[in-house]
């Protein structure tokens, strides 16, 4: 078509004269070289004419039509088609700035305006590509929109917007389709627009090449999408937004956007819900943003409910989103609902990956690995990481980072894991089919749990097994942290194959150990009474060596309560048992004896003799701390020959330990000598090093009563090389306290002090509030002794308040 009464030569003219003058004017703008508003402004309007021009030359050349304005038809407009950016935009400054800088870098719009007004070559490299992704709710279209805005300037040409409901629960945005609408907004006739992909993308290029458009590509799925809609040539940006990472697109830069800081988060509540309002409550803010998983949408619901309602107290508010199983009700307004986007992303799995969604749930842990997926999916190592992978990619997962061991390690978003458990509540998951898989859940934890405590206490007795283990499929391609352990129907006290601990398992223990209390807790909930008390007994080695006395005690209080309610006589023996250390432990003797004195009575009537020797013992032990020796040698005594009877021999070699100490505090140095000599041949002979190194430190406190003094430092250093192989904490304590003692005997008061106060500091630590106090003793004796009077007395008195809040007087002062 034609421009009427225009000749195409005349056109031509004019075109090449108000090149001229866009150029003239670019020049006069680079001399004057100045960042004054009136200059940017100047040069973004000479940039817009030459786009203009650009896109008119297009037109005449290519034998097309101009549409109408000064030209005989409209030039097509410049194209704005950013949303309003969000109110309340909230911290993103730094990433935004961040961005700013990667995109245009130092001198680029002085670069950009030479050439182009001087109608120069654009510049040469890849094409620049912004690629923001991060689950939903994370701010990543607010984050692009405002991106989009503030770069305007920088992209006079045009600013395009296309949402590609990627993860928006329709259908996604075909790449043809949108070409077809992109070229149409820029100017081409959609008779024009070729059928075929390809030619549209050719086209696409072609119209864009040289151009300084800034184009927002929202809610991507994937690679393949996005690739045809990125213009040819680095003059234009594109800002792509997805939930997962897009890593198949040239010349790009990703953004993985998390969640909002603590401060921030609290900032934009108070922005939306009134800044006052907030600052009057600030622990009920903390807790509102805390509930929303510090989610800007989240965050941005919150506020938007309290602004709704100025009479509601934020305190009410918070306690409202604490309750897990309605908080994803709340957390809606308007248009705005958490859940959808999940749901979104739920919906758009496979079958398998939702599966494997819901199962992840099963247990409330607050990370996990991928071993206990592949336990309740009955499946490979490779299909469970496959699942895992896929699900982290869709923003469903979190990938943390890999543990210790060596795996990797996964968390759901707070509010993600509210959504998997309100599936499983609703029945998502049958009933029959969640207990099946929560039961080889279990039976993997039990494994594992076993097989640690077999490195940790070699030569115990251990009941049969009374709920299965799940075994894990051959062919994983990694080695089994649970592999090697001996089968439930092998003899009760055989000995471990390997004389050293391996590492990977107890590793795997450390690592897996929070997921492990969560089992117990869900095996409880769901009536694997039996199993329950299985794992929380097999959890006691590793509570003991690293004095995780809080978990030991909520772990077994309702496994007690359970088993005593199931009629679980066994089940209640044990716990008894178990919690009888744990309180002589604490110093809590009144209740070590009654809980030890219970579970004796019940291993007896049972025919347990295993557990009647591990009661004696632990009632030998409490009676020494109390200074009743005489009780404390027939209970040792009668320990001592149910273990040799049932051939438990490390029950024979602590027995043999705690006698020495007897021996010691008798002043019989060489009897107790003996006795450790014997229980230091036993424990190597099982290769029990933890037990070792206890009755090594114990060997040194007979030599340093000896006056022997450099044999008794040898000894707990022998000993504290050993526990550091545990990581046994409480033990290193000790051996601190001992070498206190030892420079104490030696002479050496500021050598002592140091250790004494090192020892304290870790009892501290630990919570060991017994030890705390038998420390502070002997720093008060050691502070006397240098007359230093104010400080024995605040260390005495100190000690008299622990052991009076644990023993209900002041009369408790045995050393153990």
């Known amino acids: ?102 995109v245009l870098g130092p001198g680029l719009r002085q670069r950009w305006r030479r050439r182009a007004g001087r109608g120069g070559a654009a510049p040469s490299g890849p094409t620049r590509v912004v690629m923001l992704s991060g689950r939903g709710g994370v701010g990543k279209t607010a984050l692009a929109v405002r991106l989009g805005h503030e770069l305007t300037r920088e992209f006079p040409d045009g600013q395009m917007y296309v949402d590609l409901r990627g993860a928006s629960g329709t259908t996604p945005r075909a790449p043809a389709d949108i070409l077809a609408m992109l070229l149409r907004d820029l100017g081409v006739d959609p008779g024009a627009v070729p059928e075929d992909l390809d030619d549209r993308t050719r086209m696409f290029r072609s119209r864009t090449a040289g151009l300084r458009l800034l184009i927002v590509l929202d809610n991507a799925r994937d690679d393949a999408q996005v690739r045809p809609l990125l213009p040819g040539t680095p003059t234009s940006l594109v800002i792509v937004t997805s939930r997962p990472r897009l890593s198949g697109l040239d010349g790009g830069t990703s953004f993985e956007l998390g969640v909002l800081a603590h401060d921030r988060a609290v900032e934009l509540l108070g922005n939306l819900a009134g800044a006052a309002r907030v600052a009057a409550e600030p622990e009920a803010a903390s807790r509102i943003v805390r509930a929303c998983g510090l989610l800007p949408l989240a965050v941005r619901i919150a506020g938007a409910r309290l602004a709704g309602r100025p009479a509601w107290s934020l305190e009410n508010f918070a306690g409202r989103l604490a309750d897990q199983h309605r908080r994803l009700g709340e957390l809606r307004a308007g248009g705005l609902d958490v859940r959808t986007g999940i749901t979104v992303g739920y919906h758009a799995q496979p079958a398998v990956n939702q599966r494997a969604f819901l199962l992840l749930a099963l247990c409330d842990a607050p990370s996990f690995s991928v071993l206990p997926l592949q336990a309740a999916m009955d499946c490979t190592r490779a299909q469970a990481e496959r699942c895992m992978d896929e699900l982290a990619e869709a923003q ?243 320990a001592l020959t149910v273990a040799e009877e049932c051939g438990i021999p490390r029950t024979r070699g602590w027995v043999l330990q705690m006698s020495a100490d007897l021996e010691i505090d008798a002043g019989a140095l060489d009897t107790a000598l003996a006795l450790l000599h014997r229980s230091r041949r036993t424990f190597e002979d099982i290769g029990e090093r933890r037990g070792l190194g206890w009755t090594l430190r114990i060997t040194g406190d007979a030599y340093r009563e000896q006056g022997r003094y450099d044999q008794a430092l040898a000894q707990y250093e022998a000993a504290a090389a050993l526990m550091r192989t545990f990581d046994d904490r409480r033990g290193i304590a000790r051996i601190l306290d001992a070498i206190g003692a030892l420079h104490q005997n030696m002479g050496h008061p500021q050598d002592a002090v140091t250790y004494y106060e090192d020892s304290l500091a870790a009892f501290r630590r630990l919570g060991d509030r017994q030890w705390q106090a038998y420390t502070l003793r002997a720093l008060a004796g050691l502070h006397a002794s240098t007359g230093e009077t104010a400080k024995a007395d605040a260390c005495r008195t100190e000690a008299a308040d622990l052991l009076a809040a644990l023993t209900g007087s002041t009369a408790e002062s045995r050393r153990v």
């Open 1 to 102: 078509m034609t421009v009427r009464g225009t000749s195409r030569q005349a056109r031509t003219v004019g075109l090449i004269g108000a090149w001229v003058c866009a150029a003239a004017c670019a020049a006069v703008l680079d001399a004057v070289d100045s960042a004054q508003p009136w200059v940017i402004g100047v040069g973004a309007a000479v940039g817009a004419l030459g786009s203009a021009l650009s896109l008119w030359a297009t037109a005449v050349f290519q034998g097309g039509e101009a549409t109408g304005g000064a030209f005989g038809h409209v030039v097509p407009t410049v194209i704005r088609q950013l949303p309003a950016a969000t109110d309340h935009f909230t911290g993103r400054a730094e990433l935004v700035q961040d961005i700013r800088e990667r």
């Open 396 to 638: 469903l997962l979190e990938w943390l980072g890999h543990d210790a061991g060596g795996e990797s390690v996964y968390r759901y978003h707070d509010l993600v894991r509210d959504y998997a458990a309100e599936l499983l509540t609703s029945g998502e998951l049958g009933g029959d089919e969640r207990r099946a898989a929560l039961g080889r859940v279990v039976g993997h934890c039990l494994r594992l749990a076993e097989r640690a405590e077999r490195l940790v206490t070699p030569g115990s007795h251990r009941h049969p097994a009374r709920f299965p283990r799940w075994p894990a499929p051959p062919g994983n391609g990694h080695p089994d942290p649970a592999a090697g352990t001996a089968p439930a129907t092998a003899p009760a006290t055989a000995p471990d194959p390997a004389p050293h601990p391996a590492p990977d398992a107890l590793q795997r223990l450390a690592a897996e150990y929070e997921f492990l209390l969560c089992a117990v807790r869900e095996a409880l909930d769901a009536g694997m009474t039996a199993a329950a008390s299985e794992l929380a007994s097999l959890l006691v080695a590793y509570q003991d060596t690293r004095a995780l006395w809080s978990d030991w005690e909520r772990t077994q209080g309702p496994v007690l309560e359970a088993c005593r309610a199931a009629g679980d006589e066994l089940g209640v023996a044990v716990s008894l048992r178990d919690l009888a250390v744990l309180r002589r432990l604490q110093g809590r003797l009144d209740e070590a004896e009654r809980h030890g004195l219970d579970a004796l009575a019940v291993f007896e009537r049972l025919g347990e003799r295993a557990g009647t020797a591990d009661c004696l013992s632990n009632l030998g032990w409490l009676y020494r701390v109390r200074g009743e020796h005489d009780r404390a040698r027939a209970h040792l005594a009668r």
